[in-house]
């Protein structure tokens, strides 16, 4: 069985930011969620975003020297309002050492008798610390949205491609989009409309 994590926050986190939720009725939504097993989820109601990072956190390894508390690995999940994830974010150190795992990174310390949770970040000369209520709200059973069925057809997509795919869309107005796939090798086609005018994109796969 894998070692469960604690809370890990880096630059990467910030992946999954873009699919937290905006509506105030759901609070939940507007959390991220820090898994055992390692796994930071976001979800806005519409889609999802599944990050997990390279590798497993050592903890054994972390500075604790500078923190009072011992570093305390999840054993259930967490939600943390995006908005103190974020800050944490802004906090990490932005010139480190490569490969350093100890300045790039940041671990849940200790859940307080307050019910606190406190984040620890450190460059080997100083230490700061962040304090975040977690939230109590149900989140969604994202697994249930997952699909577990073989996929019919697998297409890769170059990210530069598709950035210019979304910046055509954007250009002309488009709030949606129609996307044709027939097979992994043959070209996928875009068709939109926007305000005043539509596209039709054709886009060669990749390999990946």
């Given at each position: 069985?894998?070692?469960?994590?604690?809370?890990?926050?880096?630059?990467?986190?910030?992946?999954?930011?873009?699919?937290?939720?905006?509506?105030?009725?759901?609070?939940?939504?507007?959390?991220?969620?820090?898994?055992?097993?390692?796994?930071?989820?976001a979800c806005n109601g519409a889609g999802l975003c599944l990050?997990?990072?390279?590798?497993?956190?050592?903890?054994?390894?972390?500075?604790?020297?500078?923190?009072?508390?011992?570093?305390a690995p999840l054993t259930a999940p967490v939600l943390l309002?995006?908005?103190?994830?974020?800050?944490?974010?802004?906090?990490?150190?932005?010139?480190?050492?490569?490969?350093?795992?100890?300045?790039?990174?940041?671990?849940?310390?200790?859940?307080?008798?307050?019910?606190?949770?406190?984040?620890?970040?450190?460059?080997?000369?100083?230490?700061?610390?962040?304090?975040?209520?977690?939230?109590?709200?149900?989140?969604?059973?994202?697994?249930?949205?997952?699909?577990?069925?073989?996929?019919?057809?697998?297409?890769?997509?170059?990210?530069?491609?598709?950035?210019?795919?979304?910046?055509?869309?954007?250009?002309?107005?488009?709030?949606?989009?129609?996307?044709?796939?027939?097979?992994?090798?043959?070209?996928?086609?875009?068709?939109?409309?926007?305000?005043?005018?539509?596209?039709?994109?054709?886009?060669?796969?990749?390999?990946?």
């Open positions: 069985m894998a070692q469960t994590q604690p809370i890990r926050i880096t630059k990467q986190t910030g992946a999954v930011l873009p699919w937290v939720g905006d509506d105030t009725t759901r609070y939940a939504l507007q959390t991220v969620r820090f898994d055992p097993d390692g796994r930071t989820v990050l997990r990072h390279s590798g497993d956190f050592a903890v054994e390894d972390y500075p604790t020297a500078f923190f009072p508390v011992q570093i309002p995006a908005d103190n994830v974020a800050q944490v974010m802004k906090a990490i150190p932005k010139h480190v050492k490569r490969g350093s795992l100890l300045t790039s990174q940041n671990a849940v310390q200790v859940v307080n008798s307050n019910g606190h949770i406190t984040i620890g970040i450190t460059d080997l000369s100083t230490a700061q610390t962040f304090e975040i209520q977690p939230s109590d709200a149900t989140y969604p059973d994202i697994e249930r949205v997952i699909p577990m069925e073989a996929p019919t057809v697998t297409i890769g997509i170059s990210v530069a491609y598709l950035s210019a795919v979304v910046e055509s869309l954007k250009t002309i107005g488009a709030k949606t989009v129609a996307l044709s796939v027939t097979d992994s090798l043959k070209a996928m086609v875009w068709d939109a409309k926007g305000d005043d005018a539509n596209v039709k994109i054709v886009l060669m796969p990749v390999r990946v």
